[in-house]
T-cell receptor
């Protein structure tokens, strides 16, 4: 069964460093997303990406964040200068078409120290 | 702004029992509502998607209903098994009209099924 793949599964970084989280969405999907979940809290929407551009972003997704689809398969989330409060589980999701099922990856646990 | 609430926050039942998980949302203008399962430290597994024009969806022992007018959805699990132990999340897709798709999640119900 096709699945969304995220790497790494766990990343520890020092405050102020840049991190790149990687995702390989399901191959025929057209819509791509990043969500995050701080420990013990709700899953929160960060950004949606369609047709090679951001279609929507939340207030969390400030200038420190960026997304890219550098080739036909990868979808990345970059955090330029990490803060302690960026520590969370980051989930990538994709779907084939609007109003269809969203498939999530297993997540990357980011720990900023 | 859409708010999603799930009650109860935690539920413990003996194996074999039928159970209902509740989800409520504040804005009835939604594209769809989706139920997920999350195991500890893991990703989200999609269980059921109910589109706004539908009243319910079934998959195996799971049945999800949607009442948009009252802002409620329920997930019914029949004949619960220890393997059903997990956190169950509901998520509403608000109708933005702009062709976007972003899910607003509840905090989840942590289910424990006791053998």
């Amino acid at each position: 069964e096709p699945e969304v793949t995220q790497t790494p599964s766990h990343q520890v970084t020092q405050m102020g460093q840049e991190v790149i989280l990687r995702c390989v969405p399901i191959s025929n999907h057209l819509y791509f997303y990043w969500y995050r979940q701080i420990l013990g809290q709700k899953v929160e929407f960060l950004v949606s990406f369609y047709n090679n551009e951001i279609s929507e972003k939340s207030e969390i997704f400030d200038d420190q964040f960026s997304v890219e689809r550098p080739d036909g398969s990868n979808f990345t989330l970059k955090i330029r200068s990490t803060k302690l409060e960026d520590s969370a589980m980051y989930f990538c999701a994709s779907l084939y078409h609007q109003n269809t099922e969203a498939f999530f990856g297993q997540g990357t646990r980011l720990t900023v120290v | 702004k859409q708010e999603v609430t799930q009650i109860p926050a935690a539920l413990s039942v003996p194996e074999g029992e039928n159970l209902v998980l509740n989800c409520s949302f504040t804005d009835s203008a939604i594209y769809n509502l989706q139920w997920f399962r999350q195991d500890p430290g893991k990703g989200l597994t999609s269980l059921l998607l109910i589109q706004s024009s539908q009243r319910e969806q079934t998959s195996g022992r799971l049945n999800a209903s949607l009442d948009k007018s009252s802002g409620r959805s329920t997930l019914y699990i029949a004949a619960s098994q220890p393997g059903d132990s997990a956190t169950y999340l509901c998520a509403a897709d608000p109708y933005s009209g702009a062709g976007s798709y972003q899910l607003t999640f509840g905090k989840g119900t942590k289910l424990s099924v006791i053998p």
